[in-house]
């Protein structure tokens, strides 16, 4: 199994990104998908999470700005970032609960995409 983010790079202030993150490999089902991200010299931050039923619950930092999406049949999450900040220059990662063909239940985590917000 494995995730695959993209959709990072460099934006202005106020500007938007959306990053993407598909699952592939042997997969049974997918449960909870999420964002996170660390920023240089700080700890990793839970952004967003959204249950396979389509449920979400967000950090009180992205709140309003961001927005969690998931394609079920594409197996692939997204995160719409708008309103970006200087303060939202991170990398970001997504990670997974997969339940595997052979019936093995792990969280699984993509490579970091970088996200710079500067002018």
């Known amino acids: 199994v494995q995730l695959q983010a993209s959709g990072g790079g460099l934006v202005q202030p106020g500007g938007s990104l959306r990053l993407s993150c598909e699952a592939s490999?042997?997969?049974?089902?997918?449960?909870?998908m999420g964002w996170y991200r660390r920023a240089p010299g700080k700890q990793r931050e839970l952004l967003a999470v959204?249950?396979?039923?389509?449920?979400?619950n967000y950090a009180g930092s992205v709140k309003g700005r961001f927005t969690i999406s998931r394609d079920n049949a594409e197996s692939t999450v997204y995160l719409q970032m708008n309103s970006l900040e200087p303060e939202d220059t991170a990398d970001y990662y997504c990670?997974?609960?997969?339940?595997?063909?052979?019936?093995?239940?792990?969280?699984?985590w993509g490579q970091g995409t970088l996200v710079t917000v500067s002018s």
């Open positions: 490999g042997s997969i049974l089902t997918i449960d909870t």
């Open positions: 959204i249950t396979s039923s389509g449920s979400t």
């Open positions: 990670n997974a609960d997969i339940t595997t063909k052979w019936r093995r239940r792990s969280t699984y």
